[in-house]
Nanobody
Framework: QVQLQESSPGLVKPSQTLSLTCTVS??????????WKWIRQPPGKGLEWIGS???????SYNPSLKSRASISRDTSKNQFTLQLSSVTPEDTAVYYC????????????RGQGTQVTVSS
């Protein structure tokens, strides 16, 4: 069974770049035909898809975050990473990494989530 584990950056200051890494076990991130994605849930709001990287390394992003988000991967470590630049308090959320067979919010496996707070 696939397991996903997010890193824990904790507190990030405004204007800095948030960096999160997802470590995957029980399956390869290069296996056809999965999407590996980042999703977040701000306090009191619903899930928001941030972006995805496919088994082949192609990326896609939520248009509202595209200018600030970047997803990459390290296949040798079976990890993928999110970088979100110029963060503000509105980026405070629980961040999840997940695996799905479709792009967007759909997933069938998800990590436990990590709380990220943006505050000075």
């Amino acid at each position: 069974q696939v397991q996903l584990q997010e890193s824990s950056p904790g507190l990030v200051k405004p204007s800095q770049t948030l960096s999160l890494t997802c470590t995957v076990s029980g399956g390869s991130i290069t296996t056809n035909f999965y999407y590996w994605k980042w999703i977040r849930q701000p306090p009191g709001k619903g899930l928001e898809w941030i972006g995805s990287i496919t088994y082949g390394g192609s990326t896609s992003y939520n248009p509202s975050l595209k200018s600030r988000a970047s997803i990459s991967r390290d296949t040798s470590k079976n990890q993928f990473t999110l970088q979100l630049s110029s963060v503000t308090p509105e980026d405070t959320a629980v961040y999840y990494c997940a695996r799905g067979i479709l792009d967007g919010n759909q997933y069938n496996y998800r990590g436990q989530g990590t709380q990220v707070t943006v505050s000075s």
